[in-house]
């Protein structure tokens, strides 16, 4: 997909669900001019090339629309879009100059607009409730707002969920969000008037206008509510009423019935303001019960509290990010004609048109931000930029956006940046030389210039925040020889990219992500030893090498996935990774060595891997603890898996759908989802024979991580329970089932149970041993049935105490001879051997709930619906992206009987 230019689907009038665009790196047009309803979510992203979204016939989005990291994208039109049912999100576009969308009538839950560089004008005629957060933010260029209708934001509750019925096909309870809703105005530099005369209520515990430094007037003459929720609200203020730090100022309308907020402030706006309206604010003009400095803290305390916000890019951290970047840099001609400003070739020399001080480096300082986009005088007809040859630090953030002539950008001897360099959508762009530059206090940001085939900033040492290449399709290499730190690197849709270099990278604070890197052969990282959250590596079709033999650490996930030529994968020196470790859909893959690794913080998910034949012992050989899954499915050739050392597993062990698995060895293994409710899923591994786990001691708890739903809704979905028979139940079970040749399951060692048993549907199966588990199943269901194989004596459970029984028991339709020896409790007498043929073939009936006509008719698709929305409410908690076209959505259960239209 790599060189697809245009989209036009002319016919396309509905999509059911998603409908989703991203990572097209060369795209440059999409247009679907019949499309009328979209199912779910509405996604345009990181296509770097795009220039224009066309959706003419689009009414109605039913979960999201996001739209956003569109460098160049100069025209976004949908004109009938009337209903948006979950967010509307656009940011990111630096070439948006305007955007309107004339129907637009109701957003179900947030409006997020922002980081839009050259964006003027904001027009939504229509447009009259928001029933989530409201926010427009880091427009420097917007002018004009146009919002006559909104009449209402905020109130997004869950406090009246829907019914049953409509949530999960009727299995379970519909889930619970907490919402903290804002209505944020802020750092729009250019904005003069803020006027919403139809807006009524804000139902927020936050509203803030601040920061906007040409701001002249705000009129909100009908507001007469401002109803702050009840709900938890995890800030230093509970809540905020706001109108601050608008440097110019000088009106402020409110309506005269507007009740006084608790917390308030209207400090620090122009030297003559002084609002109308209610008492409690005429009476004060400039005052509150709070001040700037606590607003401020409380807002960005609030959404930025996460320690590494602003080290990633969706909308939240570009708003992180604007309370960092100091007021934009004195110009030494203002905004009008500066002749002084340019060199000999017509470069712009930044320390001529910005007012410099000394610098304690020696040479000149630029105090304050800068940005330059196409909309400034200042770049006008100019195709190239320079820093000056005495500039040695900027003490602020420097921008340039969506410069279309720009050829080159050359920093000199800049030394220093004290908060960001951003260089995006400057599609001509061919040149950018830093040859000074030694540390960025924030971001590093560059991406979408499309003509840039070379990037090298010799002497850079530090970047504090994000370091982002992004989305730049004439980009041959990358080097960074004396790089030792960074917030977090982001490398990802450069498909010409062949070499890069970061040979004393030590550390990152945050992530480490790599993806569509087409062309790139080898990743060395020969220094690097900690990353402070995710190591991402995905996408990268002809990656053959892979080095980071240093690292010791990585606080959040490993991922790698979907690496067609990666054929070993290894980290020696590695001993902990904080959450998940995923390896999935690598097809050259033979190979992996976590030689040091003792403990995954979270999950181990190892699935489509397709050209594995062991999971040996020198995979994992020390690895002790998976503090919660573990999961190996869909792996087509794995034959053994070993992992030595393994003793606790504490919450779901998953093994799918692996047709030529023989052996099974976990020598140590003692528990089992012993910290949370969970179990066990052993189902459709078709070669294998026996599943002994001979040190196993315990499994299960008393409940499941996400309540009481998980456990009932589970079991039906895979066994074909009643409803009434499981209801209640909150662990996951012990679920082995069509595994055709297991003929031998083995716990000899397990005592407690703490969650259910449903083993169901093995043709060959002829011996279950429990011998030891004494107590554990009271209350849950014991189900052990359709084993043709499974005779007299099959069943060991000689040492169960007498107590309560469980909820459900089923040992009906094995074999006619099958019988319990020696059944220790009476719940499993209607079973023992000991009673006569008679009354034992009595219970040979299977009593078919049906499931498979409840819950998805007779219709394989439906089937299969009902499986991806189940596994993407993360019950068992494997991926939500498996994809097996190969398969029929017939493994479990209901699937059988419904793909077969008969019942067992």
Known sequence: ???????????????????????????????????????????????????SVSMPSLQKVKEDVEIHNLPVCSAISMPKLSDI??????????????????????VWEDLILGGMAVVSDLSMQQLTKVVGSFWLYNMPNLFRVDFPKLAHVGGKTRSHPPPQSSCHYGLGDCDVEDEENAFYITNNTRLEHVRMESLVSIRSPYFAIFGNAALLSVELPLLSRFQVPKQTVSCSLTSLFGVFQNEALTTLELNPFLAEPTFWSLAKNGPSFCPSGPVWATSNCGGGTVSVEDAEGA????????????????????????????????????????????????????????????????????????LLTSEDPLLKDVTCVKAGNRLKSIQGCLAISWSPLLETINLQQLIVVNGSIAVSGNVALNQLVAPGLEKVDLDLVIQGNLALSEVNFPALEQVGGRLSLQGMSSL?????????????????????????????????????????????????????????????????????????????????????????????ISFPKLMQVGEDLELYTNDALTAIRFASLKLIGEDLEFFDNTAILEFGQDFFPNLEHVDEDFEVYLCAQLQSLDVPQ??????????????????????????????????????????????????????????????????????????????????????????????PKLVRISFPQLEILNTGVWIQKNEKLQSINLDSVKSGLCGQFFV????????????????????????????????????????????????????????????????????????????????????????MENSYDFEENVVQPWVSPSRFAPYYRAARRHYP
């Open 1 to 51: 997909m790599d060189d697809l230019r245009s989209i036009r689907l002319p016919v396309l009038s509905f999509v059911g669900e998603d409908t989703e665009f991203f990572h097209l790196v060369r795209l440059q047009s999409l247009t679907l001019p019949a499309l009328e309803v979209i199912g779910e979510d509405f996604e345009v992203h990181h296509c770097y090339s795009l220039g």
């Open 85 to 106: 049912e979950e967010d509307l999100e656009m940011y990111n576009l630096d070439a948006l100059k305007s955007l309107s969308l004339p129907s637009l009538h109701t």
């Open 299 to 370: 807002i960005f305390g609030c959404q930025c509290a996460d320690e590494d916000a602003g080290l990633g890019a969706d909308f939240l951290d570009g708003f992180c990010r604007q309370g960092q970047c100091p007021q934009y840099a004195t110009r030494v001609s203002g905004m009008s004609t500066c002749s002084t400003c340019y060199d000999a070739d017509g470069c712009l020399v930044l320390s001529q048109a910005f007012v410099t001080v000394p610098d304690p480096m020696g040479g000149v300082a630029i105090e304050g931000s800068i």
């Open 476 to 568: 041959q290499s990358l080097e960074l020889p004396a790089l030792s730190q960074s917030g977090s690197v982001f490398l990802s849709s450069n498909p010409g990219l062949e070499i890069f270099q970061f040979p004393l990278l030590r550390r990152t604070k945050s992530h480490l992500r790599m993806w569509q890197l087409n062309k790139v052969t080898t990743i060395d990282f020969p220094a690097l030893e900690l990353i402070g959250e995710d190591l991402v590596l995905s996408f990268c079709w002809r990656l053959e090498r892979l080095n980071m033999l240093k690292l010791l650490e990585i606080d959040e996930d490993l991922e790698m996935y979907v690496l067609h030529s990666l054929e070993t």
């Open 646 to 739: 393994l003793r606790r597993i504490d919450e779901d062990f998953l093994l799918f759908g692996n047709p030529n698995l023989v052996t099974v060895t976990l020598p140590l293994l003692e528990y089992v989802a012993a910290r949370e409710g969970g179990g066990m899923l052993i189902t459709d591994n078709l070669a294998l024979t026996h599943f002994d786990l001979t040190s196993l001691r315990r499994v299960g708890n008393s409940t499941a991580r996400i309540g009481e739903r998980d456990g009932s809704r589970d079991i039906r979905l895979y066994t074909g329970a009643f409803r009434w028979q499981v209801r209640g139940q909150e662990a996951r079970p012990i679920l082995i089932a069509h595994n």
């Open 784 to 871: 052990i049935r359709f084993h043709p194989s499974l005779g007299k004596g099959g069943l060991h459970v000689p040492s169960l105490e007498r107590g309560c029984a469980p909820a459900l028991v089923n040992l009906n339709c094995n074999s006619p001879d099958f019988c319990v020896e020696n059944a220790p409790v009476l719940w499993l007498r209607p079973w023992s051997c000991r009673e006569s043929y008679h009354l034992r073939r009595t219970t040979k009936t299977c009593p078919d709930p049906f499931f498979a006509n409840l819950g998805c008719g007779r219709s394989p698709e439906r089937c299969t619906s009902v499986f991806y929305d189940w596994a």
